[in-house]
C-alpha cells in the first residue's frame, strides 16, 4: 500500500507531510508487538524512511511473560523485537513501569473508589503513550510518531483534524478523543483507511510471523477481567461495606464494597427482590449501591468535565455546539447539544434518552465523521 502524497503550497511533501525524502525524515514506531503496530512498521521501511521501533514495558516483566491474550505483555515485547529484527531496524524497549502505575493504575484504582468505572486505555493513551513516548521520539529527533491505531488525521482548513476510522467496526477514535492538537501535529496513522483484514495481508506480504496474531482483548494490568481484585490489591481500604438501597430508599441488603458494582449492573447484586433490578447510581460518600427498576436508568442529560477541544478555535463555543456523541465506545452516536457552564463543567443534553450513562466514561463528540473532542461524564442532573 502506498499512501498518497501530500501537497501544501508549492513545496512537495512526503507521504507523512514533512518536506523531506523519506531517507532523511526519521519515524518512530510504537511498536506494542502486534500485527498493526508491525505491519506499520514494515509500511514505513518499505517507504524508506529512517525508522526506530520503540516498545514500552509497562508492568513488571516476570509477571508480563505469564499473563496471555493483553496488550504490552511479555511475549508481545519479544515479538516486537523480532519483528524489528526482520526489517533491521534498531528497537528499544522503555521501561515505563513507575510512570504507567502513575498515571494509569493508580487512576484506575482511585476512579473505581469515587464510584466510577474507568477507561484505562484512553488515560494511556493520553499520558504515557502521546505525552511521555512522544517526548521520547522528540529527543530522537524524530519527525513523526507513527501507531497502528485505526483513526484518520486529515489536513483541514485549520491544520489537521481527527477522524473516525475508514473500518468503523475497528475504529478507535472514542479511545484517542483526549489527543491534543499539538499532539496531532507530530502524530501519524497509516491504518486509518484500511481494514483489519488488508492490515494482516499486509502484514503477510512482508512475511511478518504475526500476521495471524489475534487482538489484545484485557486490560493489560487486569488478570481474567477481575477488576475488583485489582483495587483490593492497590487501596485495601476500598472493601467498606455498606447498604445495597432501593430508589424509593428502601434497604435491600448489604454489600462487600462499591468497587464490586457499576451502573447498569443486574446480575451479582447479591439481593432478592420481586422485579428486576439495576444498579442505576454509586454513592461513595455514604457507601451506598442504589438499586432500581430498568427505566431509572435512562437520562437525558449530564455532566462532563476535561474537555479536550479538536475543533475550530481554542475551546468549546461559549453558546455551546450540537453534535453527534458517544458515551461508549461500541454505542450508535445521538445528537445532542453541549453547552459550558461557569462551574467548569459542560452540560450534555440527549436528543433521546440513553440508558446506563456512567460517570468515569468518556462523552466524545463527532461532525461528520470528525472526533472535535470531548470530556469525562462527572454525574446526572
Wanted: net charge neutral; with cysteine; glycine share 10%.
Amino acid at each position: 500500500m502506498v499512501i498518497p502524497v501530500l501537497k501544501l503550497g508549492l513545496k512537495k511533501m512526503n507521504s507523512l507531510g514533512v518536506d523531506k525524502k523519506p531517507a532523511d525524515t526519521r519515524v518512530v514506531v510504537a511498536m506494542s508487538g502486534g500485527v498493526d503496530s508491525s505491519a506499520v512498521a514494515a509500511l514505513m521501511v518499505e517507504q524508506g524512511y529512517d525508522v526506530i521501533g520503540i516498545t514500552l514495558q509497562l508492568y513488571d516483566h516476570g509477571a508480563a511473560l505469564q499473563k496471555k491474550g493483553a496488550c504490552c505483555a511479555g511475549q508481545d515485547i519479544e515479538d516486537a523485537r523480532n519483528v524489528a529484527n526482520k526489517l533491521g531496524i534498531p528497537h528499544y524497549v522503555l521501561n515505563y513501569e513507575s510512570l504507567f502505575k502513575e498515571s494509569v493504575i493508580d487512576d484506575f484504582a482511585d476512579s473505581y473508589i469515587r464510584g466510577e468505572t474507568p477507561i484505562p486505555c484512553v488515560k494511556c493513551n493520553q499520558s504515557v503513550k502521546f505525552r511521555d513516548l512522544l517526548a521520547v521520539a522528540k529527543d530522537l529527533d524524530a519527525h513523526r510518531l507513527v501507531t497502528g491505531h485505526y483513526i484518520r488525521k486529515i489536513m483541514g482548513k485549520n491544520g489537521p483534524e481527527l477522524h473516525n476510522a475508514k473500518d468503523a467496526s475497528k475504529d478507535q477514535s472514542y479511545f484517542l478523543f483526549a489527543t491534543t492538537k499539538e499532539q496531532l501535529d507530530f502524530l501519524e496513522f497509516p491504518l486509518g483507511e484500511m481494514s483489519k483484514e488488508e492490515t494482516r495481508k499486509l502484514a503477510e506480504k512482508f512475511g511478518l510471523e504475526n500476521a495471524d496474531k489475534p487482538d489484545s482483548q484485557d486490560i493489560c494490568f487486569v488478570p481474567n477481567g477481575s477488576y475488583s481484585d485489582v483495587v483490593k490489591k492497590l487501596r485495601p481500604g476500598a472493601l467498606d461495606a455498606g447498604e445495597i438501597v432501593h430508589t424509593d430508599g428502601t434497604v435491600l441488603g448489604k454489600h462487600d464494597g462499591i468497587i464490586n458494582y457499576t451502573v447498569g449492573q443486574r446480575k451479582g447484586l447479591g439481593i432478592a427482590h420481586s422485579e428486576p433490578l439495576y444498579v442505576v447510581k454509586i454513592d461513595p460518600e455514604n457507601k451506598k449501591v442504589i438499586v432500581g427498576e430498568e427505566k431509572d436508568l435512562f437520562d437525558n442529560s449530564f455532566y462532563i468535565n476535561n474537555i479536550n477541544w479538536l475543533g475550530e478555535g481554542k475551546s468549546l463555543p461559549k453558546e455551546g455546539i450540537e453534535a453527534d456523541v458517544k458515551m461508549r465506545s461500541t454505542q450508535n452516536s445521538i445528537t445532542a447539544r453541549i453547552i459550558p457552564e461557569e462551574n467548569g463543567l459542560s452540560k450534555v443534553s440527549l436528543k433521546t434518552p440513553q440508558k446506563s450513562i456512567t460517570p468515569g466514561q468518556a462523552c466524545v463528540f463527532y461532525k461528520s465523521g470528525q472526533v472535535l473532542g470531548g470530556g469525562w461524564i462527572v454525574k446526572n442532573t
